[in-house]
């Protein structure tokens, strides 16, 4: 499909060159920018399909900053730079591109880069549009009461505006207030009702507090949204959102004023536990919405208000048809929920996805949970480690040979491509693989076909391809060991495991999942552990991660001499809070650690204010909180 381009170069000769080889190749070329007002002036009249995007540019602005626009107004863009530095790479994927093109760069290269970008666009706009349709389709039932359940309000929201919990606020005499009606996320599909009495039970204040909570100063006419230091800010100043961010650990919102048909204000508000999760494009998407969103909010949360009945507090939100398919991914915290949620946006589909993360986190398992949830799970999912391949039968492995095409190439041979024809292909460390096979993957991609060593015709394959890896790809593109084509082919749909240190509240889950295992291989009575092992876990840094921290758990078994352990003997490269000895090098992070810890201690654990650790650290206490988490602080565990 050809697109309408604009170009954003301040550059003369390469904005004529690009120009020449676009137009030359079918594309309809609707300006040349030198600046980001040029180009947002350009865009306003034009609507460009694809913008290609210089990142140092005329004026004050850059492309960088151009790029964040161009997310909001949902337009693709390709990067283009003469510096292809790892800073200059980390900046630019946090804009998500749709390509990187390298200064001085051949007429090929850009044409496929345009493909690609094409591809990953189309791609991502269908799996948008079905959402979207899913969600319209939902809201129009809601408006009529017809709702399966009464979270299934807040699962459907989740596939558009991801949050941990989801409140609402009305507006009155100048101030906003809690309603009665809030959904927290504690797993994948399953919402625990929050309304004022459950809040009362998780803070202790009363009912009557709770209504007395207050948020002022924020537009009723227009969405907001809070992160970083605006969402610390605006804690600080507000009761209401100062009480949600201390009980229940949020740090980010999307607030989303509604207007109800009798004229009253009903706020939206989607709390995260991370601390930039919403951008202009879920505004874009809740306007886009918001003619049937408003009728639907209104029945929810009015129908709920004049029932008056008591909601249990636990309200599972699906009869969880799909758990059994996230078995072996155990755990319950924010960061795996939001892998959750990629996995079933992304099953249904053939898109492309990379999965990455660090060793042990899990990378194999959601490539089997996306089959599984595929269309294509009724046939094989091939796994191939790219690291283990010799290099003189890469090609051979992965596409087959026929007879006689090689000294010992006795018979024919069916590559890997050729036995996941019709599912899936899962490519562990893909970094791993060396140039010359990256340049025929990058055809099998595109052409959907492979040739065989010694053939002499190409063979159709019909593959969905996950791949995988635990190098920073960015950085090997940077440096020159991975093909930036490939990468962006391959990065259709990303997908980040977190590591276990970041999640260290999914570590009793873990623990009971794997001597589980146990007791079922050898029988008997099931296995349990003390809590104070539980605690020495969650301060142990697992370099190893989850795998880590099940090698420990089966080894720990073996040596137990009862059913019940009660200690557990951790790596001697344990990174917790003990103090290292005299003669050993802290990093800057271990330093931070014993300083949060050594305060702590001195606050008798206090955290939030007058003479609590925040203050006496000069950090809010939402900060204070995220830095404890990364770092693994436990203050229940502190003396």
């Not at 962006?488 to 589980?516: A, G, K, Q």
């Amino acid at each position: 499909m050809k697109k309408k381009i604009l170009i954003v170069e301040d550059e003369f000769t390469v904005a004529y060159q690009l120009k020449s080889i676009l137009e030359a190749a079918g594309h309809k070329v609707c300006g040349i920018a030198i600046s980001v007002s040029k180009a947002l002036a350009l865009i306003d009249i034009h609507r460009p399909g694809l913008v290609m995007l210089d990142i140092h540019l005329k004026g004050a602005e850059s492309g960088i900053e151009l790029a964040h626009i161009l997310n909001d107004k949902r337009i693709p863009f390709i990067y283009l730079s003469a510096n292809s530095s790892e800073s200059i790479l980390s900046l630019a994927k946090e804009t998500r591109p749709h390509g990187f093109l390298v200064k001085p760069f051949r007429e090929k290269d850009l044409l496929v880069a345009i493909e690609i970008a094409i591809y990953r666009d189309e791609n991502s706009l269908d799996l948008k549009e079905e959402q979207l349709a899913a969600v319209q389709a939902f809201l129009k039932k809601a408006a009529n009461g017809q709702m399966e359940y009464e979270a299934q309000f807040a699962e459907v929201l989740q596939d558009i505006i991801p949050f941990d919990f989801l409140s609402a606020f009305t507006y009155d005499n100048g101030s906003w207030q809690l309603h009665d009606c809030g959904f927290l996320r504690i797993h994948f599909k399953e919402y625990q009702r929050n309304g004022l009495q459950q809040l009362s039970n998780i803070s202790g204040l009363s009912v009557t507090a709770l209504t007395q909570l207050s948020l002022t100063n924020v537009p009723v006419n227009t969405s907001s949204v809070f992160i970083g230091s605006g969402f610390s800010e605006l804690a600080a100043n507000s009761t209401l959102i100062g009480f949600v961010a201390t009980n229940l650990r949020m740090e980010s919102l999307f607030f989303q004023p509604l207007l109800m048909s009798d004229g009253t204000v009903i706020a939206l508000c989607f709390f995260s536990k991370k601390s930039a999760p919403y951008s202009g494009e879920h505004t874009g998407m809740i306007n886009f919405l918001r003619g049937l969103l408003e009728p639907a909010v209104e029945t929810v949360c009015k129908a709920d208000q004049a029932s008056g009945k008591a909601v249990p507090e636990n309200r599972r939100s699906s009869s969880g048809g799909q758990e059994e398919h996230f078995h072996g991914i155990v755990g319950r915290s924010s960061s795996l929920l939001a892998v959750f949620d990629y996995i079933k946006k992304v099953a249904a589909r053939d898109t492309s996805v990379l999965v990455t993360g660090e060793n042990g986190t899990g990378k194999e398992r959601v490539a089997r949970a996306i089959h599984q949830l595929s269309p294509r799970n009724n046939k094989p999912l091939v796994t191939v480690n790219c690291a283990s391949l010799p290099p003189d039968l890469i090609e051979s492995e992965l596409f087959g040979h026929e007879k006689g095409a090689f000294t010992g190439a006795i018979s024919q041979r069916t590559g890997k491509f050729e036995q996941a024809s019709g599912g899936t292909i899962f490519l562990d460390e893909i970094g791993e693989l060396p140039l010359n096979a990256q340049v025929k993957l990058l055809r099998v991609l595109q052409q959907r076909e492979i040739d065989r060593v010694g053939g002499k015709a190409p063979v159709k394959v019909d593959i969905r391809v996950i791949a995988a890896s635990n190098r920073q790809l960015e950085k090997e593109v940077a440096e020159g060991r991975f093909r930036m084509d490939l990468y962006y082919r391959l990065n259709v749909f990303p997908i980040l495991l977190p590591p276990l240190r970041e999640r260290t509240e999914d570590i009793p889950l873990l623990v009971e999942h794997f001597l589980n295992q146990h007791s079922l291989r050898v029988g008997g009575t099931p296995y349990t552990v003390s809590p104070v092992v539980i605690e020495h876990l969650q301060t142990y840094h697992w370099p190893g991660n989850v795998r880590e921290l099940e090698n420990i758990i089966e080894r720990t078994v073996v040596l137990s001499p009862n059913r019940f352990i009660q200690s557990i003997v951790l790596p001697a490269t344990v990174k917790t809070g003990n103090r290292p000895a005299h003669d050993a090098v802290q990093t800057i992070e271990e330093i931070e650690r014993d300083h949060i810890i050594h305060v702590l201690r001195k606050c008798n654990r206090k955290i939030y204010g007058a003479g609590g650790a925040a203050q006496l650290l000069n950090l809010p206490p939402t900060t204070l909180t995220s830095k404890m988490k990364k770092l693994g602080i436990s203050k229940d565990l502190i003396e």
